[in-house]
């Protein structure tokens, strides 16, 4: 990594790029005017997409979404074998994959990589779940078309596919919860007109008050969510195009417990048996908070060119402002304290080809540029600096048929990435960690005893993925990935410096940190007879300077002691697997298995990685009997373990008041938990379906590892769930 | 068709165009409004010198530590006013949060909490809008002379009425300092 003083270099990569974009553009015009023939090997396309998609395992479908359609996005993402979910209470929720999240999972929504303040523990991708007709988790080559740093993965989501024929039909989806006593109620509106144009309207509203506990209120977490998307445009089997535009805004609350000044506030919270604040049931959402709102607005065009096959030029704009509510000093000042605006442009090429019956290839030019605007009225010095990113990015991917029962895939991706950063730094820690001597050439000013410094980064990151499928004859497949994929470090881990309110601690980033480099491999076998379909799939992913932040010491300030986290690196190791059975015991009858294992460990120190999943074990047993209304009854068991191999990050405090320690216990993490979930449903006509789902039947308290408010209070009592759908 | 490449090749040079703006505006500095630097507690007896205590963090929570002073002894057997002021001195001319604390009293309450000085005596607190405690002013007074600490502590949405000890007030710590005083 190099610091750079000008962008000098960045212009100069970025004009021939965009010269050669119009120039393939131009010549590709003429091929267009060329009549198209239907392609035979379309179907031999399609043959390479359906195994694909059977590797990329995972897959939540509409029918499995529909029921879910009250839940946050990552809560319904944790249905797949190998996500679990890092929670900030029950309605912020961000997938883990592999023991990986944040900057390192990537959620491309109708082929738009969703750029939304991904960094935070606490943020969770901005997407309504409504929308959402399939999701995939990529691992193999094909991830490269969306991203080359996420080495957790990719989770890819579709919107519904747009109605063939012409004509309308639509959905509605209502959802009533006792926990939190609200609900949700979506609709999806589609239509086909007679000359080739299409338009599909979604829209939700959802509305919690506070949730419970078996045993007590938790104040203040309550959230409303108000999202739209519309995708309107033409197509026929030559060409297309496409608009689309979504909003999400989610106004949600933070538990109040949680909100705590100091890290002896913090010690009284995580001691303290119930949380320090319970008050009575309410809708009201008030600081700490956050609000988000998000809008994407694409086009898309597509056509089919004779010999060279299809391509596609988009461009999206996204804007996500992101607002966080703390409780102020003065009651009277409703600011913000964080007050985020990211304007994000993407524009991109992609030419998908079927070069021969055995052979396809997608080529791939992306160019990206990106704002971060922190609105210095928040009164509250930035959290994440004001900067602009640039990324110019070319990938291709190839499958080839070898033979029918062997297949293989090979990708490469080349990301470069210019960073330009404005960050104002207080000047005792500008000196303190040696700064003013490393970094002396990006100083422009200092002003009242803050240094503004201009750091500008530039990266160039080189990924493949390489992969085969092999069928084993009969029952037996097996596909084997060995991926390279690297990440630069975000702005939270090279800028952070100060008290994340949050979190009741002081963390600090490092302008020294190198790119993470993940190598990943991973097996998954399955094995398919009539009645029984199993599947095992190991992995080992090891991790070249992997970012994760410890806590290094404590500080005194005026306000109080705080604890210290900052930014290190250091080369790490994760592995596990993922296991899934499916039996079918008789015509009525099915049992699912899920076994999910993920261990995480730094590789010198052998000392466990923090927030690493706990083995978690899911039991199924389904009756569905169709000749009765197509009834289905399910009855889940949940298993998660006490997470044992965990970092201890527990702190001695200093209390000058009593002249004593406490120890600030960070660390250990909840016992063990078994829940009972109930899901029935029956469908009253062809077109409407009723259900019941009983969340935690038997209403356990209980606290989960990954969920950041387990420190000051317990998890969700039981929940009824009553949902009505009708299609028409 | 070739029109719509026409209008492709235009956004692309849009986004081109806006992408290569001269960066020349700096972001401005912001305005820190939650910041205390500075605690000052003024003991007044009825005759002789005001004792001072005083708590001053130059850096909010950057890394320097609050450098605390204590002007003098307290004199045994004494009353002293105490008058608590909180500053801003990051602003020009310093800004005082005492009156932000006064303005919303029913949301905030100072602690007061010895150790080793078991025979000092806080009492007769200033009081909120609604007649119950709130510190800002308060009478201190000594009886024989030893030595220890005295800690001040400003909690914010606290539980009010309360025993005035830290566990039952509760609420979230503003500021809190401890001071060595010796009483001679």
Redesign the interface.
């Known amino acids: 990594m190099r610091l750079l003083k000008n962008g000098a270099i960045l212009k100069f990569i970025v004009a021939p790029f965009y010269l050669f974009c119009i120039s393939f553009l131009s010549c590709f015009s003429a091929f267009s005017q060329e009549k198209i023939e239907e392609l035979e090997e379309v179907v031999v396309y399609d043959k390479f997409n359906k195994i694909t998609k059977a590797l990329n395992k995972t897959i939540l479908t509409n029918r499995d979404l529909e029921d879910l359609s009250s839940l946050p996005f990552g809560e319904v993402l944790k249905h797949i074998n190998g996500v679990s979910t890092l929670n900030t209470g029950n309605t912020i929720s961000k997938p883990v994959i592999h023991g990986l999240h944040s900057s390192r999972v990537a959620v491309i929504n109708n082929g738009v990589r969703i750029e939304d303040q991904e960094w935070g523990v606490e943020h969770e991708p901005s997407l309504d779940i409504n929308s959402v007709d399939q999701i995939f988790v990529l691992t193999g080559a094909d991830k490269l078309e969306y991203s080359g740093n996420s080495l957790g993965g990719v989770v890819v989501t579709l919107p519904k596919a747009v109605r063939e024929s012409v004509g309308f039909s639509g959905k509605t989806l209502f959802t009533a919860s006792s926990n939190g006593r609200g609900g949700s109620l979506a609709s999806k509106f589609e239509n086909r007109f007679n000359n080739d144009w299409f338009a599909n309207l979604n829209w939700t509203i959802k509305k919690f008050g506070d949730f419970e506990t078996p045993d007590y209120n938790l104040s203040n977490t309550g959230y409303g969510e108000n999202n739209v998307s519309l995708r309107t445009g033409k197509n026929n089997v030559n060409s297309g195009i496409e608009f689309y535009y979504s909003f999400f805004n989610k106004n949600v609350g933070i538990l109040k417990a949680s909100h705590l000044h100091t890290g002896e506030d913090q010690y009284r919270g995580i001691n303290s048996p119930v949380p320090l604040i319970i008050s009575e049931f309410t809708y009201a959402i008030n600081a700490p908070k956050q609000e988000v709102q998000h809008h994407v607005a694409k086009i898309d065009f597509y056509t089919n060119l004779a010999k060279l096959g299809k391509l596609d030029i988009s461009y999206n704009y996204q804007l996500n402002r992101r607002f966080e509510y703390d409780i102020r000093r003065s009651s009277t000042n409703k600011k913000p304290s964080i007050d985020l605006k990211l304007d994000t442009h993407v524009i991109n090429l992609k030419l998908t080809s079927n070069i021969s019956s055995k052979l396809n290839t997608k080529f791939g030019l992306e160019s990206k540029f990106q704002e971060n605007f922190a609105n210095p009225e928040t009164g509250i010095r930035r959290i994440i600096p004001d900067y602009t990113k640039y990324d110019l990015t070319a990938y291709a991917i190839g499958n080839l048929a070898v033979k029918e029962n062997f297949l293989f895939e090979l990708g490469f991706r080349y990301d470069h990435t210019h960073i330009d950063a404005y960050k104002y730094y207080r000047k005792s820690l500008w000196e303190a960690r040696n700064y003013d001597e490393l970094y002396a050439d990006i100083t422009i000013r200092e002003v009242s005893s803050q240094i503004l410094a201009n750091p500008k980064f530039n990266f160039g990151n080189l990924s493949f993925s390489v992969g085969s499928y092999f069928s084993l004859g009969g029952h037996h497949d097996l596909y084997i990935n060995y991926a390279l994929l690297a990440r630069n470090p975000n702005p939270s881990e090279l800028f952070s410096e100060g008290l994340h309110h949050a979190a009741a601690r002081i963390e600090i980033g490092d302008l020294s940190l190198r790119s993470e480099i993940g190598r990943k491999i991973q097996l998954s076998y399955k094995y398919k007879i009539n009645k029984l379909q199993a599947s095992f799939s190991p992995y080992l992913n090891d991790i070249e300077n992997f970012i994760y932040i410890i806590p290094t010491g404590s500080r005194a300030t005026i306000r109080g002691t705080f604890p210290v986290w900052e930014y290190k690196q250091n080369d790490a190791v994760l592995y596990g697997f993922d296991y899934d059975l499916n039996l079918d015991i008789s015509e009525n009858l099915s049992f699912n298995q899920k076994i999910s294992v993920t261990k995480g460990f730094e590789k010198i120190s052998n000392k466990a990685l923090i927030d690493i999943p706990p083995l978690s074990i899911k039991n199924e047993v389904t009756l569905h009997v169709a000749k009765y209304k197509d009834l289905e009854l399910t009855l889940e068991s949940e298993y998660v373990s006490r997470q044992n191999q965990f970092p201890d990050n527990n702190f001695d405090l200093y209390i000058p008041r009593t002249d004593a320690f406490v120890l600030l216990d960070l660390s250990t993490p909840p016992s063990a938990y078994h829940l009972l979930h109930l899901k029935s449903s029956i469908n009253l006509n062809e077109k409407t379906k009723i259900g019941l789902r009983v969340n935690n039947l038997l209403n356990e308290s209980y606290r989960d590892y990954l969920n950041r408010m387990r420190y000051y209070a317990d998890d969700l009592g039981i929940n009824f769930s009553l949902f009505f759908n009708k299609r028409f | ?2 029109k ?2 026409f209008y ?2 235009m ?3 849009f ?2 165009a ?3 703006k001269d ?1 020349d505006k ?9 910041v ?4 000052t507690v003024t003991l007044t007896p009825a005759s002789g010198t005001a004792i001072v205590l005083k ?12 450098v605390l002073t204590v002007s003098g002894s307290l004199a045994a057997n004494t009353v002293y006013s105490g008058a608590i002021e909180l500053l801003n001195e ?1 602003e020009s001319p310093a800004e005082d ?1 005492t009156e ?2 006064n ?2 009293s029913d ?1 905030h309450q100072f602690v007061f ?1 010895l ?1 080793g000085l078991s025979d000092v005596v806080i009492d007769n607190l200033n009081t909120d809008t609604n007649d119950m405690p709130l510190g800002t002013t308060f009478d201190l007074t000594t009886v024989a002379a030893g030595s220890g ?1 005295v ?1 001040f ?1 400003l909690r ?2 606290p539980t009010k009425p309360n025993d005035g000890t830290l566990a039952e007030v ?1 609420g ?7 001071f060595d005083v010796v009483v001679q």
């Open positions: 068709m070739k719509v490449f492709a090749s956004a692309l040079l986004v081109t806006s992408c290569d960066d700096t972001p401005e500095p912001v305005n820190e409004e939650e205390i630097t500075t605690l708590s001053f963090d130059d850096d909010g929570d950057g890394p320097n530590s609050p990051l949060i932000e604390v303005e919303e949301e909490t150790s600490t800690t502590t914010h949405e509760g979230d710590t503003d500021i809190e300092a401890t």
